[in-house]
């Protein structure tokens, strides 16, 4: 399968901490994308990093990515409760489709 | 401006029938994907519709199908429905083909007894 993979599946933390997640990939890129789900609800755009770029912002989110390593990490500082949901890595590459990952479940609690 | 706006929400269904799933993209969007969302399987790819065509096919049976209308409108069929096709049904529409942010629908929840 070229499914990213996130990592951990689940993580729990107290609000304002900050919760990291990752995502492995297998195939080279064009781009890396973030989603968010909330439960049952279909997935939000956060952040999308293209493969020439190494870190990236969005308010509270910050987003890396090492191609050597096939790897990308997202980073919620001062977590809120309003932040529970599950989220999605996705890779694309040219001429493919969208992989997304099997997500990672993150619970806030207040 | 609308988003992406999936129809029906939920349905149930039985074995061996069939349905289809309704999906409007974000007005001058011209790319709609379909995903199925399960539990164990997470989010798998069905296909993609660019300007009526089919540009791109996951790894689903035949059973599963779909089309592009001139107004970038799309629907998927599933027929002959199996147990295993319970799942979240998910649309996304994008401007371009296979690039840059996707918009999600609410999705369609399948249930099959």
């Known amino acids: 399968s070229q499914q990213g993979e996130e990592d951990p599946q689940a993580l729990s933390i107290q609000e304002g901490e900050n919760a990291t997640m990752n995502c492995s990939y297998k195939t080279s890129i064009n781009n890396l994308q973030w989603y968010r789900q909330n439960s049952g609800r279909g997935l939000v755009h956060l952040i999308l990093?293209?493969?020439?770029?190494r870190e990236k912002h969005s308010g509270r989110l910050r987003v890396t990515l090492d191609t050597s390593k096939k790897s990308s990490s997202l980073l919620i500082t001062a977590s809120r409760a309003a932040d529970t949901a599950s989220y999605f890595c996705?890779?694309?590459?040219?001429?493919?489709?969208?992989?997304f990952g099997t997500g990672t479940s993150l619970t806030v609690i207040p | 401006k609308a988003g992406v706006t999936q129809t029906p929400r939920y349905l149930i269904k039985t074995r061996g029938q069939q349905v289809t799933l309704s999906c409007s993209p974000i007005?001058?969007?011209?790319?709609v994907s379909w995903y199925q969302q399960t539990p164990g399987q997470g989010l798998q790819f069905l296909f993609e519709y660019f300007s009526e065509t089919q540009r791109n096919k996951g790894n689903f049976p035949g059973r599963f199908s779909g089309r592009q209308f001139s107004n970038s409108r799309s629907e998927m069929n599933v027929s002959t429905l199996e147990l295993g096709d319970s799942a979240l049904y998910l649309c996304?529409?994008?401007?371009?083909?296979?690039?840059?942010?996707?918009?999600f629908g609410e999705g369609s929840r399948l249930t099959v007894l």
């Open positions: 990093i293209r493969s020439n770029e």
């Open positions: 996304a529409s994008s401007f371009q083909l296979q690039t840059g942010e996707l918009f």
């Open positions: 007005s001058g969007h011209r790319s």
């Open positions: 996705a890779t694309d590459s040219t001429g493919n489709q969208f992989y």
